[in-house]
């Protein structure tokens, strides 16, 4: 049974860089049939896509946020990882990753891990 | 446009038929997911490819669409389906991925 994991630091400085790493365990991220996303919900507020990468490396990104994310995937650790720079406290929220069917026309969100809580303060 | 706009709360009676809808010009093209959030916990898919459920989802969850509106139907509410409900899509350019901002349901 598949399942993702988040880990990193529950707390970041504003200015600095959060990242963030979710290990895939139970089956390969190396399938054709889906990308792995980054999605985040800050406190009492909805949910927000932040980008997805391909087991190849390509990457499609939130336009909001494209200027400071970068998402990339090592197939040998079964690992994808998300970097947003010069972070503030707009950016506080639970950080979830997720497996994305993009097999067909119609994407949708399969599989989410557990979330972590990033908090952005000095 | 790439946004998408559902209403922020819905209540039910117990067992009686609820519909959330979500709104967005992307709907026009593709059809829309939907999610369910309780408290504490991570978003779980209800359905996708307008009206498939994933394996353990109840049939009284069942989608819909139309013209630039996503419907979820709840048939017969139950009170474990009080929760939060979010729509999702490929936004009108195909590229990128796109949430509603949420129905909290209420079940009486």
């Known amino acids: 049974q598949l399942q993702l994991q988040e880990s990193g630091p529950g707390l970041v400085k504003p200015s600095e860089t959060l990242s963030l790493t979710c290990t895939v365990s139970?089956?390969?991220?190396?399938?054709?049939?889906?990308?792995w996303g980054w999605i985040r919900q800050p406190p009492g507020i909805g949910l927000e896509w932040i980008g997805s990468?391909?087991?190849?490396?390509?990457?499609n990104y939130n336009p909001s946020l494209k200027s400071r994310v970068t998402i990339s995937v090592d197939t040998s650790k079964n690992q994808f990882s998300l970097k947003l720079s010069s972070v503030t406290a707009a950016d506080t929220a639970v950080y979830y990753c997720?497996?994305?069917?993009?097999?067909?026309?119609?994407?949708?969100?399969?599989?989410w891990g557990r979330g972590t809580l990033v908090t952005v303060s000095s | 446009s790439s946004e998408l706009t559902q209403d922020p709360a819905v209540s039910v009676a117990l067992g009686q038929t609820v519909r959330i809808t979500c709104q967005g010009d992307?709907?026009?093209?593709?059809?829309a997911s939907w999610y369910q959030q309780k408290p504490g916990q991570a978003p779980m898919l209800v359905i996708y490819n307008k009206n498939s459920r994933p394996s353990g989802i109840p049939d009284r969850f069942s989608g819909s669409s139309s013209g630039n509106t996503a419907s979820l139907t709840i048939t017969g509410a139950q009170a474990e389906d009080e929760a939060d409900y979010y729509c999702n899509s490929r936004d009108s350019s195909g590229n990128h991925l796109v949430f509603g901002g949420g129905t909290k349901l209420a079940v009486l």
């Open positions: 139970g089956g390969a991220i190396s399938r054709n049939s889906y990308s």
């Open positions: 997720a497996r994305i069917d993009t097999s067909g026309y119609y994407w949708y969100f399969d599989l």
């Open positions: 990468v391909y087991y190849g490396g390509s990457t």
């Open positions: 992307s709907l026009r093209k593709y059809y």
